[in-house]
């Protein structure tokens, strides 16, 4: 498996809003960059599959490995490699520690890594600072 990025935030909004976020799909490209857009085929759970169109790239369809309390991490497949985005959310003296680790694994990683990695390592900071901005004007709204 080859890291590709790491980003880390604190946040004072509660945990179960970025799962809320998360879980609501339709609404990644106000906080992601890079995506145009994204769709769940069901339920925000376990196993769970679904789609997302990467701006300038073609569709790329993923699956929810893991959802528990404290991680989210959903796997798209490529032509010989995985992409693995794990975020994980952790309370720390009474603050949210949200962080994101994008991973390509399989036997093409390297040249995957070679094609995305730049833009990935780019923009997965951005893109959590954007994401804990827009839970927290949300929670202040409400």
């Known amino acids: 498996m080859t890291q590709i990025a ?14 809320a976020r998360w879980a609501d799909m339709a609404t990644w490209h106000e906080w992601n960059s890079d995506t145009e857009w994204a769709r769940l085929d069901g339920p925000f759970e376990q196993g769970a599959t679904g789609t997302l169109k990467p701006k300038g790239g073609p569709k790329v369809r993923f699956v929810v490995t893991e959802l528990t309390d404290t991680a989210f991490v959903d796997v798209s497949r490529m032509p010989g490699a995985r992409i693995v985005f794990d975020h ?14 994008v991973s390509i694994e399989g036997p093409l990683r390297r040249l995957w890594t ?3 990695g ?8 951005p893109d ?9 004007s949300a929670e202040v709204r409400a």
């Open 114 to 116: 070679m094609i995305l």
């Open 6 to 19: 790491t980003a880390h935030a604190t946040s004072t909004a509660a945990p179960a809003a970025f799962f």
């Open 88 to 101: 994980r959310i952790h309370v720390v003296a009474g603050r949210t520690e949200v962080s994101v680790t």
């Open 128 to 136: 959590l600072d954007a994401l804990v901005a827009t839970v927290e």
């Open 118 to 125: 730049a833009d990935l390592a780019e923009s997965v900071q």
